[in-house]
């Protein structure tokens, strides 16, 4: 008669660490999820490279659990361009009544000193002034492909 003994710690190595057949399955998902966010970030809002290339996957292992999380962690911004920053159909408006919205066209540029130095850099075009813009719209670039997680 044959002896089945089922060896523990094996057994939880299979199950339960980055480097057996669940952790495995669960990098390769993710990153279809990480790629597809990246493509829908660079397609629907143009300039966003630098939020593109911080979508990262992150292991979580708490206790015996083990799980895989995609997102953008570094960038305070990252979740105004997945959400919006306002309800749809708002406007973004001056703190003061009667104010203005002003900000470079070229973040990397120096900003003006004074008022002096921003009526100059709005005469030669370098900065953009209005009374109220728009509120961006979501672009939902993790959980549009959270789905692919789960395709096969």
């Known amino acids: 008669m044959a002896t089945f003994v089922v060896d523990g710690a094996e057994v939880e190595k299979l199950l339960r660490s980055k480097q057996g057949p669940v952790g495995r399955y669960l990098s390769v998902r993710t990153s279809i999820v990480q ?17 593109a ?4 996957k992150r292991w979580i292992e708490e206790g015996s ?3 895989v999380s995609v997102g ?7 979740a105004w361009v997945h959400d919006g920053n306002a309800p749809p159909g708002s406007y973004i408006l001056p703190k003061k009544p009667g104010g203005v919205l002003v ?3 070229d973040p990397a540029a120096a900003r003006p000193r004074g008022k002096a130095a921003w009526r100059a850099a709005s005469q030669a075009g370098l900065v953009i002034v209005a009374r109220r813009v728009k ?8 959980t549009d492909n ?5 395709e096969l």
Request: charged share 30%.
């Open 135 to 142: 509120a961006s719209r979501p672009n939902r670039y993790l």
């Open 35 to 51: 790629d597809a966010a990246k493509a829908q970030i660079l397609a629907r809002t143009p300039g966003r490279g630098k939020l």
């Open 103 to 105: 900000w470079m066209k």
């Open 65 to 67: 659990d083990l799980g």
């Open 146 to 150: 959270l789905r692919r997680a789960v």
């Open 53 to 56: 290339s911080r979508v990262t």
């Open 72 to 78: 953008v962690w570094t960038l305070k911004y990252a």
